[in-house]
Nanobody, 124 residues
């Protein structure tokens, strides 16, 4: 089992920035990919970004490319999602997830472990 704890969410004005963190504990040696998904009220959960734990390779949803950056700190078992130029459309609960399998994927069904989520609200 891998346990995930997210932090860093909050209220920010349009154009502002936030950095989310996700720290893993437990059987972290089984991790291959860490990713972020988000779910806005009344909408389905959607992929945001993911990073390979071993190579550092990354993938992003088109809606966040150029604005969001995902990174990892292996000794701390933590990944970060730096979010810049936020808009109200980025408002959602953001979930951290871990995929034990190989490869970088944007499909939520691939991910084995999930955090509880952290709320991000972009509003003036």
């Amino acid at each position: 089992q891998v346990q995930l704890v997210e932090s860093g969410g909050g209220l920010v004005q349009p154009g502002g920035s936030l950095r989310l963190s996700c720290t893993a504990s437990g059987r972290t040696f089984s991790m291959y990919t860490m990713g972020w998904f988000r779910q806005a009220p009344g909408k389905e959960r959607e992929f945001v970004a993911a990073v390979s734990w071993t190579s550092g390779n990354t993938i992003y949803a088109d809606s966040v490319k150029g604005r969001f950056t995902i990174s990892r700190d292996i000794p701390k078992n933590t990944n970060y999602l730096q979010m810049n130029s936020l808009t109200p459309e980025d408002t959602a609960v953001y979930y951290c997830a871990v995929d034990k399998g190989f490869g970088l994927y944007s499909t939520s069904a691939r991910y084995d472990y999930w955090g509880q989520g952290t709320q991000v609200t972009v509003s003036s």
